[in-house]
Structure formats: structure tokens, C-alpha cells
């Protein structure tokens, strides 16, 4: 099987822009996680979704929105980028099992 | 508050000894605890886990202890490999609260000396 794939994979965007980040998850994993990874911070939770429905959310402004289609795939949204948002942004899948989640390679946003 | 800390930025062990990694956390909620992998450029691969009803997981050179009292586990791996140098990231989880929300570490990068 195809592992989880995220495109792009780097992304220069300018301060006030929105971005887009994709997602898509190994073949038949329902469950869609997003995390930011920052040196100061580690990795932390945006949110998950499942079967197109957010099911859990992790404390970020509302600036980072995201959504699952029906093929599982999934995007997330950043509005109005910070300086502070610039990140290495994982996106793991999961046959629905909180205990089995596939990593993809990450999206690295720099926001100037 | 951080709720699982690594607080280890960093490792440096001899190819052929044993390497221990520590974590603890500070929610007596979370139930199951995973060790993940990282290489630059890709994302975290899973290593091994463990249960809280557990306290001792053995996977090859591989092995998670968990301490539920002092609420510390470590990562033991033996020998070490080169192969072996990379980030390795503690998480745990709720796992009675249906939600697929790991909280990590914030990682602790491993060198292996040839």
C-alpha cells in the first residue's frame, strides 16, 4: 500500500495570506490527524476527522480549519498566516484505531 | 502546561551500547504511551507502545518500561546502531476518551557514534 502523501511539500507564503495544505490518507484509513511541529514547541494536535466530521480539536485559533472528503482525503487551512505559523504541518491516517497512525513526510510552511 | 516531557534535548552513545531514553508525563488520565521515530525530511515512523496495564514491552532491540507510579517510562534499545541516530519522540493518549489526540514530547535527538 501507498503510504500517506502531503503536497506540497514546502510552501513559501507571505504574512496576511491564507494557505492550503493537502492530505491524502493510506487506502482504506478513515481517520485524518493534522499536527504542527515547531522547534520551540513539538508536535501538537490541531485536529482529527473522521468520515468527513471533525471528531476532535486541539487548541488552536480559528484561523486553522480543515475538512475530510469522501475519499478520505483531507485539507487543512491556514487564514491570515503569522510569522508564528511557520511550521513543518503532519498529516497522519488511521484505519480507525487510535493506536495505529501512519505519518506523511509533512508540508514545510515558511510564512515572510 | 507541557503534560509529556522529554527532558533530553539530546544523546550520544557508542555503536554497540544500550541507549536510554526517558519521558514522563503529568495526566494520570493517559492510558497507552508510543514511541515514534523520525529521520529529517520525513514524518514520525511508530516504534513500539505500551499499555498502562503493562510495564515492560519488548520489541527486538527494543524495549518500553513503564513506571505508572512515578509516571516515567523510558525507551531502552540495545545494541545501539548508527541506523538508530534520529529524534525519538514519546506520545501518549487517552485512550477511554475515544480521541485520536496524541500529545508528544518534544523529542530527544539520538546519535549513534560509530
Known amino acids: 500500500k501507498a503510504g500517506v502523501t502531503q503536497t506540497p511539500r514546502y510552501l513559501i507564503k507571505t504574512r496576511g495570506q491564507q494557505v492550503t495544505l493537502s492530505c491524502s490518507p493510506i487506502s482504506g484509513h478513515r481517520s485524518v490527524s493534522w499536527y504542527q511541529q515547531t522547534p520551540g514547541q513539538g508536535l501538537q494536535f490541531l485536529f482529527e476527522y473522521f468520515s468527513e466530521t471533525q471528531r476532535n480539536k486541539g487548541n488552536f485559533p480559528g484561523r486553522f480549519s480543515g475538512r475530510q472528503f469522501s475519499n478520505s482525503r483531507s485539507e487543512m487551512n491556514v487564514s491570515t498566516l503569522e510569522l508564528g505559523d511557520s511550521a513543518l504541518y503532519l498529516c497522519?491516517?488511521?484505519?480507525?484505531?487510535?493506536?495505529?497512525?501512519?505519518f506523511g513526510p509533512g508540508t514545510r510552511l515558511t510564512v515572510t | 502546561d507541557q503534560q509529556v516531557k522529554q527532558n533530553s534535548p539530546s544523546l550520544s552513545v557508542q555503536e554497540g551500547r544500550i541507549s536510554i531514553l526517558n519521558c514522563d508525563y503529568t495526566?494520570?488520565?493517559?492510558?497507552?504511551f508510543l514511541w515514534y521515530k523520525k529521520y529529517p525530511a520525513e514524518g514520525p515512523t511508530f516504534l513500539i507502545s505500551i499499555s498502562s496495564i503493562k510495564d515492560k514491552n519488548e520489541d527486538g532491540r527494543f524495549t518500553v518500561f513503564l513506571n505508572k507510579s512515578a509516571k516515567h517510562l523510558s525507551l531502552h534499545i540495545v545494541p545501539s546502531q548508527p541506523g538508530d541516530s534520529a529524534v525519538y519522540f514519546c506520545?501518549?493518549?487517552?485512550?477511554?476518551?475515544?480521541?485520536?489526540?496524541?500529545?508528544f514530547g518534544k523529542g530527544t535527538k539520538l546519535s549513534v557514534i560509530p
Open positions: 495526566n494520570s488520565m493517559f492510558d497507552y
Open positions: 506520545a501518549a493518549i487517552r485512550s477511554g476518551a475515544g480521541s485520536y489526540q496524541l500529545t
Open positions: 497522519a491516517s488511521s484505519p480507525n484505531s487510535p493506536y495505529e497512525q501512519y
